[in-house]
């Protein structure tokens, strides 16, 4: 599975401005889409070992996956992808959010995530196979909300990720963080698990000041 995993469909936007925070958001949600999706290649690796990090948790951790990709030979990744994801019969995790939050697949989850790509206007592409309570696909789902990809409204992205992320995402990735076996997934891990708990605090923050009727948006 590619992170381009999603179709065209007629809840499909043109590409209006969006600001710096919303921008930074994207690029993060589908960074995450990129690595839950398929082992990197050698262009991919290079291009990742140009990250650059800051004095944050979150660009520590961007630090790290840099000098990660910089060392890290593609099929060495290649067999850990496999071994963390895919696996004889089943791999080390389950990258779906039936299994995190029922321990099956096509579960109720499942259910939820169509019904709401379906109100976006959105659908899996014709070369995906996976069910897309795939984590990859709802990172990519996020990103193209908070890009502005799709014509939805402000809260649409709050709302996606309060009912299909926010319930375990942040532990799929605490969970690859402690199981993954070389730097650069232990890397993808802490990326993701900082994202995730950036995201909750700040779409929480949005709740609340839209409770009390002020205005605040999310910033991460």
Do not use: K
């Not at 939050?101 to 995530?113: K, N, S, W, Y």
């Not at 996020?142 to 939805?152: C, E, N, P």
């Amino acid at each position: 599975m590619t992170a381009e995993a999603l179709r065209n469909g007629s809840g499909m936007g043109g590409e209006p401005a969006i600001d710096e925070v919303d921008l930074l958001r994207a690029h993060e949600y589908h960074l995450l889409a990129l690595l839950l999706g398929r082992t990197p290649n050698a262009e991919l690796l290079a291009r990742l070992a140009g990250l650059e990090g800051d004095a944050s948790p979150l660009g520590q951790a961007h630090a790290a996956l840099a000098q990660a990709a910089a060392a890290s030979d593609p099929a060495a990744l290649e067999r850990e992808f496999f071994d963390l994801f895919i696996g004889i019969g089943r791999g080390e995790l389950i990258p779906y959010a039936s299994y995190y939050l029922t321990g099956f697949l096509h579960e109720r989850p499942l259910a939820g995530v169509r019904e709401d790509m379906a109100a976006l206007g959105i659908e899996r592409a014709e070369h995906v196979h996976d069910p897309e309570d795939h984590l990859a696909i709802l990172c990519e789902i996020m990103a193209s909300l908070a890009s502005g990809r799709f014509d939805a409204g402000p809260a649409a992205g709050r709302q996606f990720f309060c009912r299909h992320l926010e319930p375990w995402a942040g532990r799929f990735f605490q969970d690859l963080e402690q199981a993954a076996s070389t730097p650069f997934y232990r890397s993808v891990g802490r990326i993701g698990r900082l994202f995730m708990e950036t995201e909750a605090r700040a779409f929480a923050m949005v709740a609340e000041d839209v409770s009390t009727g002020a205005v605040l948006r999310p910033a991460g």
